[in-house]
């Protein structure tokens, strides 16, 4: 079974603050790496994919992987409270089923004005 | 483009009813997912297609149905409605694998979801 784990939350921060939001899997061949963010309510939507190890940034966030520790995490710079959402981490499958995501159970954001 | 377009966006059942999720995407994506969200408890895929005519069983198919007669359109039928499947369905689709495991190829779109309570 593989297995994808996150923090549950919530995290609080403050606004302009640094979020840091973490993420582990269990599928060593796993190449490629997704953040979905989710408000309340709503449907996820993709902010980042990953499939190298290191650094990937995009705008104020920043994706980092680092596969030889099962890790990879996600920095939002400069918080705003549009920011406040359940940020998904999603591990695409090894293998022959390598279309599929294993989510994790999302972490709760919130920024604080 | 519509994306993926899911209907109803709610619905009520009583325990025993059945119904139809729909599900429909205008990107000619092959690849189409349902999955369903409990409060803090992530997306579990329940069943998945990889093209017209061909289906399979996800993480918590009991309960379910699908068919995939077209590429366009993938319906999950829920028959004999418990309350167990009181959740959020979303409805996704993706290009497939094509492009390697470096590729955001199989970045998944979701549609907006259902909700739906089973009383």
């Known amino acids: 079974q593989k297995e994808v784990e996150q923090n549950s939350g919530p995290l609080s921060v403050p606004e302009g603050a640094i979020a840091s939001l973490n993420c582990t899997y269990s599928d060593r061949g796993s190449q490629s790496f997704f953040w979905y963010r989710q408000y309340s309510g709503k449907s996820p939507e993709l902010i980042m994919f990953i499939y190298s190890n290191g650094d990937k940034e995009d705008g104020r966030f920043t994706a980092q992987l680092n596969k030889a520790s099962q890790y990879v995490s996600l920095l939002i710079r400069d918080s705003q409270p549009s920011d406040s959402a359940t940020y998904l981490c999603?591990?695409?499958?090894?293998?022959?089923?390598?279309?599929?995501?294993?989510f994790g159970k999302g972490t709760l954001l919130t920024v604080n004005p | 483009n519509a994306g993926v377009t899911q209907t109803p966006k709610f619905r009520i059942l009583k325990i025993g009813q059945s119904m139809t999720l729909q599900c429909a995407q205008d990107m000619n994506h092959n690849y189409m997912y349902w999955y369903r969200q409990d409060p803090g408890m992530g997306l579990k895929l329940i069943y998945y297609s990889v093209g017209a005519g061909i289906t399979d069983k996800g993480e918590v198919p009991n309960g379910y149905n699908v068919s995939r007669s077209t590429t366009e359109d993938f319906p999950l039928r829920l028959e004999l409605a418990a309350p167990s499947q009181t959740s959020v369905y979303f409805c996704a689709s993706s290009y497939g694998s094509s492009g390697g495991a470096y590729s955001s190829y199989n970045e998944q779109f979701f549609g907006p979801g259902t909700r739906l309570t089973v009383l």
């Open positions: 999603a591990v695409r499958d090894s293998g022959g089923s390598n279309y599929k995501l294993t």
